[in-house]
């Protein structure tokens, strides 16, 4: 939220992705990445964790725990191991719901990937999984907000099983961030490793629908303007390129992005951070927030920008 549906391809996928492969190579814009296992994997895992059946993937929620589930599955199907305090990090804390408040029952998933030069530094990839979940008996699947951001997490935790990062790389799908950033609250002060340890966050929330205007906003270069030059060069892929901004004081209201997703919480702590998402959409936090809105080639050119923004980072920082 910001606040204010495998290893091989399925015919579903694949005639999604032949679909997206011919209309988005056009004269006037880079040709859209081509169809691989890892697009098909990045599409089924939105439409798994947005179908009707996770119930919106509300905190403490039954359909909460089956998205939670599915996530420790594909973790371990990937080889990523659990740190030494475990796969999950439960909590329980006070949010915010209509009617007031009310104490939540909630748990992050954890996951570690050694680095291989920075390995007593983490850089913190973080996704929350929950949504709002069912309001007026209608099932709100979160498709962008956040199916999307835990699809492209896990596409980038793959590449980094198939290539090891140079830091080390901590992967936490965060609860709780529908009702006030609650996992990613207690991420800080429980923390795994020592915050002194972090070298960032880089938090995934809404990657999918940048047709609104072509963009996947990076916003924190502002607050950390060293991290701008290491991803400046990064090129478009297809119809997305990298933008900066809404995080400067002239970013008002719904145009500053600082403090409207998981991040904050890092920000908050003093842990550096960046912030990948598109812009609003007219399906944001509502019903219609489904699997069937999202372009696949859009959706497949942003989690590309995001994988190539990690390596660029890892490269660039503690140097």
Not at 62 to 73: D, E, F, K, Q, V
Not at 154 to 181: F, M, N
């Amino acid at each position: 939220m910001r606040h204010l549906r495998l290893a091989a391809l399925s015919p579903f996928a694949a005639a999604l992705l032949l679909g997206a492969c011919s209309t988005a190579e056009s004269p006037v814009a880079p040709a859209a990445p081509q169809p691989t296992a890892m697009h098909a994997q990045l599409l089924q895992d939105v439409r798994i964790l947005a179908a009707d059946d996770m119930q919106g993937r509300d905190t403490g929620a039954p359909g909460g725990a089956m998205a939670r589930a599915y996530i420790i599955g594909r973790l371990e199907a990937l080889g990523v191991a659990a740190p030494p305090m475990g796969r999950e990090q439960p909590w329980e804390m006070q949010g915010r719901t209509r009617e007031g408040p009310k104490t939540f029952n909630g748990v992050n998933v954890l996951g570690v990937i050694p680095g291989t030069r920075v390995t007593d530094k983490y850089i913190v990839v973080t996704a929350h999984y929950d949504h709002v979940g069912v309001s007026d008996g209608q099932i709100y699947n979160g498709a962008d907000d956040n199916a999307s951001g835990v699809a492209t997490m896990l596409a980038l935790a793959a590449d980094l099983k198939r290539q090891a990062p140079e830091h080390s790389v901590l992967i936490v799908a965060l609860d709780g961030e529908e009702r006030g950033l609650l996992g990613a609250r207690h991420f800080v002060e429980a923390p795994p490793v020592p915050l002194s340890s972090i070298s960032m966050n880089l938090n995934f929330d809404m990657t999918a629908r940048a047709e609104t205007d072509g963009k996947l906003w990076v916003t924190g270069t502002y607050q950390h303007p060293t991290f701008r030059p290491l991803l400046e060069s990064i090129p478009a892929n297809g119809a997305v390129a990298l933008a900066f901004g809404k995080d400067t004081p002239e970013d008002t209201g719904n145009d500053n992005w600082v403090n409207s997703s998981d991040h904050a919480a890092f920000h908050r702590a003093q842990v550096p951070f960046l912030y990948l998402g598109v812009n609003y959409h007219p399906d944001y936090h509502r019903p219609s927030d489904d699997f069937e809105t999202i372009t696949p080639s859009v959706f497949i050119s942003a989690t590309e920008l995001s994988i190539a923004s990690f390596r660029a980072l890892d490269r660039g920082l503690d140097r």
